[in-house]
């Protein structure tokens, strides 16, 4: 069973920036995608960005494209979110998550069999 634990989050300015880490511990992490969502009370959890097994190939949000970048050690079971020119949209408890299945990048939460407690970012306007 996989345990994922979630840090880095916190409150920051506008158009500052934050880095969230997600370690994975038991289970597999170097062979499965991972992601990363965000999730304000009464909405659905929303993807922001997802990374493959190897790293090659990263995934984001439209709504966060060229501000957020996603990476991964697998040597340390850590995959990483670097938050720059926050916003205060961009406040949310944030979620990393591992894909129930190898195969094609999911970017629905429903694809992801594990989660950590999440983290809170709260950016202040």
């Known amino acids: 069973q996989v345990q994922l634990v979630e840090s880095g989050g916190g409150l920051v300015q506008a158009g500052g920036s934050l880095r969230l880490s997600c370690v994975a511990s038991?289970?597999?992490?170097?062979?499965?995608?991972m992601g990363w969502f965000r999730q304000v009370p009464g909405k659905e959890r929303e993807f922001v960005a997802a990374?493959?097994?190897?790293?090659?190939?990263?995934y984001y949000a439209d709504s966060v494209k060229d501000r957020f970048t996603i990476s991964r050690d697998n040597a340390n079971n850590t995959v990483v979110l670097q938050m720059n020119t926050l916003k205060p949209e961009d406040t949310a408890l944030y979620y990393c998550?591992?894909?129930?299945?190898?195969?094609?990048?999911?970017?629905?939460?429903?694809?992801?069999?594990?989660w950590g407690q999440g983290t809170q970012v709260t950016v202040s306007s």
């Open positions: 990374i493959s097994w190897g790293g090659t190939r990263t």
């Open positions: 038991r289970g597999t992490f170097d062979t499965y995608t």
């Open positions: 998550g591992r894909q129930s299945t190898r195969g094609a990048i999911a970017r629905m939460p429903e694809g992801y069999g594990y």
